[in-house]
């Protein structure tokens, strides 16, 4: 069975500071991770994904996330936040057999950036 | 390259009534899954398609089916529909490598979507 916790439902911070978006996880096996964007009425856009390789990812817009096994963590972040990043994020979990390569999102994370 | 797409971006219907979307994978793409973005309940799986049959489906009633084609497109069709239908429904492709046994280091690319409403 695998499953995700996105720590915060909504996060605020203004243009230039840091953002961080907490995503906890849990998988019988190794899991694959990753983190997906939608800006409103827009599909889903990945931004990163993890799979066993280097622990620290760097996606597209800054940002990054760091696979941390002892603390079932991958938090997103990002060093200076920007108007555009304002929507909403989604930590997803994949690879668990029996789950049957589906995805498993976790409840996703408002990011609001104020000026 | 072209993207996953998605038709129509907008459905209306009543209760009752059946809904048919429609998705076109990345060319190459042999797997399509649905998901529905229900408000208050995120985004759940509904179906996985690959080279034509139906691989697992998620915790949705069988009003909810679909079929993959020879091309690999996919229809979606949900049957007697009801207000609670009404949502985001969001297809996804993939290229599948059997290497990858677990299935899930593959990336999936969404679609823009389709947003149904049940009135």
């Known amino acids: 069975a695998q499953s995700v916790t996105q720590l915060d439902s909504h996060v605020s911070v203004s243009e230039g500071t840091p953002v961080l978006l907490r995503c906890n996880y849990s998988?019988?096996?190794?899991?694959?991770l990753f983190w997906y964007v939608q800006h409103p009425n827009k599909g889903l856009q990945l931004l990163l994904k993890y799979t066993s390789a280097a622990t620290l990812v760097k996606g597209i817009n800054g940002f990054e996330a760091e696979f941390k096994k002892s603390e079932t963590s991958f938090h997103l972040t990002k060093p200076s936040a920007h108007m555009s990043d304002a929507a909403e994020y989604f930590c997803v979990v994949s690879g668990s057999p029996g789950s049957a390569r589906q995805l498993t999102f976790g409840s996703g994370t408002q990011l609001t950036v104020l000026p | 390259e072209a993207g996953v797409t998605q038709s129509p971006t907008h459905l209306i219907k009543t209760r009752g009534q059946q809904a048919t979307l429609r998705c076109s994978p990345i060319s190459g793409h042999t797997s399509v899954y649905w998901y529905q973005q229900a408000l208050g309940l995120g985004l759940q799986f509904l179906l996985w398609?690959?080279?034509?049959?139906?691989?697992n489906r998620g915790n949705f009633p069988p009003r909810f089916s679909g079929r993959q084609f020879p091309n690999y497109s996919s229809e979606l069709n949900v049957n007697a529909l009801e207000l609670e239908d009404s949502a985001l429904y969001l297809c996804a492709s993939s290229s599948y490598h059997r290497s990858d046994w677990r299935g899930g280091q593959e990336t999936k690319y969404f679609g823009p979507g389709t947003r149904l409403l049940v009135l």
């Open positions: 998988s019988s096996y190794s899991p694959s």
């Open positions: 398609y690959d080279e034509g049959e139906e691989r």
